[in-house]
């Protein structure tokens, strides 16, 4: 007697058309949390009182050298804010985003995102369609992989407007040459 299975014998398939994680950069790792983690009501009370200790030193501190920090937690700038002045580049629609700056570039599709530093970056490429509105940005790494992304304008004539702001950026953070 022959015993038979049920369902396919083909193996699953791997690799960057079944999960997005594989190509190296595009997502992070999943977090594995410890054996000996805190429940999460815990963890913030623990992040609470944390804040509230380093509050007390810090006033502590300056209550011995006499320098009080009159500045609210509120008006301080975040990070995202404190790039250079130098030109941004963005273009976004409904499910895509890019973003090239200072920093380097930031591809966003739905909830993946990946981002380069100008030195991970070999080169950039532009495409916009003869016919449509889904203008397309490749970024080309050093090591042979590319990663496009499309934007949907609205209209066509937002094709021109993003490649003469994306040059300006590439004009001033990009830096072609052997290394």
């Not at 007697?1 to 083909?10: F, Y």
Request: hydrophobic share 30%; aromatic share 8%.
């Amino acid at each position: 007697m022959e015993q038979q299975r049920i369902g396919s014998s083909s193996k699953p398939l791997e690799g960057a058309g079944f999960d997005p994680a594989f190509i190296p950069g595009l997502s992070s790792p999943p977090k594995a949390e410890p054996e000996d983690a805190k429940p999460p009501e815990e963890a913030e009370e623990s992040e609470e009182t944390a804040e509230a200790e380093s509050e007390e030193t810090a006033e502590a501190e300056s209550e011995e050298t006499g320098v009080v920090d009159e500045t609210p937690a509120a008006e301080e700038a975040p990070a995202e804010e404190e790039a250079s002045d130098g030109p941004v580049f963005e273009a976004a629609d409904r499910r895509a985003r890019i973003t090239a700056d200072a920093k380097g570039v930031r591809l966003r599709l739905d909830e993946e995102a990946c981002e380069f530093r100008w030195d991970e970056i070999g080169a950039i490429e532009t495409e916009a369609p003869r016919f449509g509105k889904r203008f397309t940005i490749t970024v080309h790494t050093p090591d042979r992989r590319w990663y496009p992304i499309e934007i949907e304008a609205t209209a066509r004539s937002r094709f021109k407007e993003w490649e003469t702001s994306l040059d300006e950026v590439l004009d001033a953070y990009f830096e072609e040459g052997d290394d």
